[in-house]
């Protein structure tokens, strides 16, 4: 088939890959180059860098806004018979992805949860925050009301109590081209068959930011657990030891932990990173002093000398 891949972030990138050795790629339309770096250089989104790389000769579109007249013509000039869509970051109209065209299959999605569970910016992290046991991939029609397309595939993958987002990030976007390959095929076939999804179901993922980062030791061990792993690599949860911040990046929580006696921060075995927390303990396994590469808890408490008497501080979370 004829596909014009639309998306933007490396999420996208081994499924784009394994289209462009099954499939023809008619055309790649990804979001326009943006300053980035000390520099603010411009520089091309993951999806648009790929393409200049190494897909030759296939027309590289970079819109400002996708659904001007122009670049709906610019893309259905290139004949696909499917739109594949990842992380694009712009709503799509109807215009573009229901087009006139010969042998046209459909426009279909590939999202990072188990639609209707986690639908929105960030269902990957929102994922570990809810403190989901499984999570996976959906392939999706285009709609206008957002990822509320009818479902043509999902796959599955259980999230571990150590799983960041970074890593459960790059472990769904490996499990993408599998699953897009089979529902393109079934489209190709004709046998695809969209299951509506059950709105009572829905949750929402919303978009991150810099004031979720933040931890309040006060909460069950479970609970700071999720924030941590949920926000890293970003925005990354940060703390204070000794006045510097000290940015969080992998925890597990030990609820049945004896912390009697021991207030929420206070370390009730520094050696292996456990505190106590509102309710049980919560071990660190990752973190970033400022200024300095990620480590593990041992090598940082080695190198820190840290003692019993010693604690984290983090903050109430906003409201």
């Known amino acids: 088939m004829r596909i014009a891949y639309l998306g933007s972030g490396e999420f996208g990138l081994p ?5 462009a050795d099954r499939h023809t790629i008619s055309c790649v339309v990804s979001q326009p180059d943006r300053p980035a770096g000390r520099g603010s250089k411009l520089t091309p989104t993951p999806i ?3 393409a ?5 000769g296939v027309p590289l579109i970079k819109p400002e806004d996708v659904n001007t007249p122009e670049i709906i013509a610019a893309i259905h000039r290139t004949q696909p018979e499917a739109m594949v869509v990842i992380a694009f970051g712009q709503k799509l109209s109807p215009q573009l992805v229901e087009p006139a065209l010969p042998n046209f299959r459909g426009a279909i999605n590939l999202h990072a949860s188990l639609l209707p569970r986690h639908r929105g910016a960030a269902p990957i ?4 925050l809810s403190g989901d046991s499984v999570t996976g991939n959906s392939v999706i029609s285009i709609a206008q ?3 509320a397309g009818l479902i043509y595939g999902q796959s599955t993958r259980p999230i571990e109590p150590t799983h960041t987002a970074g890593e459960l990030h790059d472990l769904l976007s490996q499990d993408g081209p599998a699953l897009m390959l089979r529902v393109l095929d079934e489209l190709a076939a004709g046998t695809a068959r969209g299951l509506p999804q059950d709105e009572s179901l829905k949750t929402r993922a919303g978009k991150l930011s ?3 980062a933040v931890l309040d030791l006060r909460e069950p061990a479970e609970a700071c657990r999720r924030r941590i792993n949920g926000l890293s690599p970003w925005p990354g949860v940060t703390v204070s030891f000794r006045g510097q911040p000290l940015k969080l990046l992998r925890a597990l929580s030990h609820p049945q932990y004896p912390i009697d006696g021991v207030l929420p921060g206070q370390f009730v075995n520094p050696r292996q990173g456990f505190l106590a927390t509102g309710d049980g303990a919560l071990q660190i396994l990752d973190v970033q002093p400022a200024g300095k590469r990620v480590m593990s808890w041992p090598d940082f408490a080695n190198g820190a000398q840290v003692n019993p008497e010693e604690s984290l501080s983090g903050g109430p979370p906003p409201c």
């Open 125 to 128: 992290n929102w994922a570990i």
């Open 15 to 19: 499924t784009l890959r394994a289209l």
């Open 48 to 50: 648009a860098a790929f």
């Open 52 to 56: 200049a790389e190494h897909l030759a």
């Open 210 to 212: 810099r004031e979720m």
């Open 145 to 147: 009301r957002m990822d």
